[in-house]
């Protein structure tokens, strides 16, 4: 398809397409309008958490693993359902987004939601929950380690303030006591040591960063409680030592047994110190490995919805719809099998094309050679004149007949505007209006049609009431209108046809008649009796088959077809407005 063509279908499908392209606006108006709006609210927190700078690779990797974790922890089900709980309103996770801010630590929260309120009120907190939860999970993780320290710095200061009383009286039974406890720890601590020992040989010998982290944990509270277990051992010695007699008397034994319980004493006083060092040890690992969540951005009610969008859903309905309205238009181009360019028309008549009279929107009543008869438009006809008076150099050309493969493709101007040039030019020209089924030609040049063709044919009048054309310029043109019959198939039945063709020749030079479609007989009885044919096509007017049955007619009925003449011609069908050797009219207004 060219752009001329194109052009000429946006021109004339406009009026569709911008009926197509408003409609299809208003529908998506009106769907925007219908839709239940959704909001967007979207919150952000920080996850971090205290590091070592010595292992900072295997942190960094840990920390993208715990950033995706928790991306996956907001949206479970224990969170979602304590958030209800708290709003009282449904959650519908498939609402909520959590995506994390590029390659850092922020993560978004984002939920959409029919009201602000609940959009805003959800995000936040969602994150508050999960906060709360991540914070008791902590606590849980560390506080069975912690618990047991406590518990046994307790005991180390009683057993410190047991000593320092039986340092100020010595006491058989409460040596034996105390070391009944330190055997109770002794056995504790190497059974603690043993199950940490097993829990660490549990793990692979390439371990991923998550699980070295868990081991460098195990292999510290083992090492502490290996420092326990020898102290504690120490202490047992030296208990054993105190309770045992000494064979150098009472004031050497007791002497002895002084100074090994204040030796005891200090051991349970370094035991102490080494267990309060622990339990910092231990608050300090937990501070640095327990992330912290941090609502650095909360999430305030928006105040527009982000669906649905009015423009956007206006802007794409309208796209569609006109769309739609031009793949219609393509569809009725391309399905349209009508007769259009000259060069198709040619093709199938197998004639030139001799002229192309262009599309006038609003033409004048009357003939164009008397309303305008220097325009242009006036000079295609005086062309085609020239062009038939060389025709007629040849052949003798006394009787040339218009006609066309249906009605209404304005054959009966063109005929009379041919027949009023070739008057203007000297020529004694009759114009006879042969179509008894449409008559026109009397209403074109406002004559009456009481008398015509039709008495002549049927014998009713002795005389041929020929008609002089009153505004005729500088010519000599009679007009014989149609008249009035009941038989419009007369010209095929009368015998008085070639009677009165001999009649008109004598009184004239030229003789044109405007006849009816090709597809009824009468009028292919007359083209066989015609000088010449002339074929007037209205592109787009008739269709292939139609037009090609209607020359083959002509040929079998062995008329002389002159060629076609392409009235209300299209130019984006076609680009030459005439066939060679006709040279190119520029193209305003036709007829």
């Known amino acids: 398809m060219s752009l001329q063509e194109l052009i000429y279908l946006v021109k004339k499908w406009l009026f569709i397409l911008i009926t197509g392209f408003v409609l299809s606006v208003l529908v998506g108006y009106a769907g925007a309008k219908v839709q239940t709006p959704v909001y967007e609210a979207t919150a952000k927190i920080l996850i971090t958490r205290s590091r070592n700078a010595s292992n900072a690779e295997p942190v960094y990797l840990s920390d993208q693993q715990m950033i995706g974790t928790y991306i996956e922890l907001i949206k479970t089900k ?47 907190t969602l994150i508050d929950v999960l906060i709360q939860k991540d914070t008791e999970s902590q606590k849980g993780r560390y506080s069975t380690y912690e618990n047991a320290l406590n518990v046994r710095i307790e005991d180390a200061l009683a057993q410190i303030k047991e000593l320092q009383s039986q340092i100020k009286g010595i006491n058989e039974e409460s040596i034996n006591k105390q070391l009944n406890f330190v055997n109770q720890q ?68 007791e002497d002895v047994r002084i100074a090994s319980l204040q030796l005891t004493l200090n051991l349970y ?64 181009h391309y399905l349209d099998n009508t007769v259009k360019a000259a060069s198709e028309i040619e093709r199938l008549l197998g004639q030139p094309t001799l002229i192309k009279i262009p599309h006038q929107r609003h033409p004048k009543k009357g003939l164009l050679l008397e309303k305008a008869p220097s325009s242009t438009q006036a000079q295609i006809f005086h062309k085609l004149t020239a062009l038939l ?56 040049l406002g004559l009456d049609n009481e008398v015509g063709f039709a008495e002549v044919l049927e014998g009713k009048v002795e005389e041929i009431p020929l008609r002089r054309y009153p505004n005729g310029v500088n010519g000599d043109l009679l007009v014989l209108p149609a008249g009035k019959t009941e038989n419009k198939e007369i010209l095929y039945q009368t015998s008085h046809l070639p009677t009165v063709l001999e009649v008109l020749k004598s009184q004239a030079d030229l003789i044109v008649f405007d006849g009816d479609a090709i597809s009824h007989a009468d009028s292919l009885w007359l083209a066989s009796h015609m000088d010449g044919v002339l074929l007037i096509v209205q592109p787009g007017k008739i269709n292939v088959s139609a037009f090609v049955e209607a020359s083959q007619q002509l040929k079998r009925c062995q008329t002389h077809i002159l060629g076609a003449i392409i009235n209300r011609n299209i130019p984006e069908y076609d680009y030459v407005q005439f066939a060679s050797p006709i040279q190119t009219i520029p193209q305003k207004e036709g007829v």
């Open 186 to 253: 002794i056995s504790q601590l190497q059974a603690e040591v043993s199950q940490l020992e097993r829990e660490i040989a549990q793990y692979p010998p390439n371990p991923n960063s998550a699980q070295r982290e868990v081991i460098a944990e195990k292999e510290a509270q083992l090492a502490q409680a290996r420092a326990l277990l020898s102290q504690y051992t120490e202490i047992q010695t030296n208990l054993i030592f105190v309770g045992r007699p000494t064979p150098y008397g009472a004031t050497t034994s």
């Open 78 to 124: 224990p969170i979602i359902e304590e958030a209800e709980r708290i709003l009282g309103i449904e959650i519908d996770s498939q609402n909520v987004t959590v995506t994390q801010v590029g390659n850092t630590q922020v993560v978004k929260v984002t939920v959409e939601a029919n009201n602000p309120q609940h959009a805003a009120e959800i995000a936040n």
């Open 389 to 444: 008076e060389s025709v007629g150099n040849k052949k003798t050309l006394h009787t040339l007949l218009f006609t066309s493969t249906s009605q209404r493709e304005g054959k009966t101007t063109v005929a009379a505007n041919l027949a009023l040039s070739y008057s203007q030019q000297g020529k004694r020209v009759i114009l006879i209006d042969a179509n008894f089924r449409h008559p026109r030609l009397h209403t074109l």
């Open 269 to 332: 006083q370094q035991l102490y110190l080494n267990l309060m060092n622990n339990l910092q040890s231990i608050q300090l690992t937990r501070l640095q490995n327990t992330p912290i969540l941090i609502l650095v951005e909360p999430a305030t009610p928006p105040e527009e919805p982000v669906r649905p969008q009015l423009l956007f859903y206006m802007a794409v309905a309208g796209l569609v719809g006109l769309m739609l309205a031009s793949g219609g238009v393509l569809a009725i």
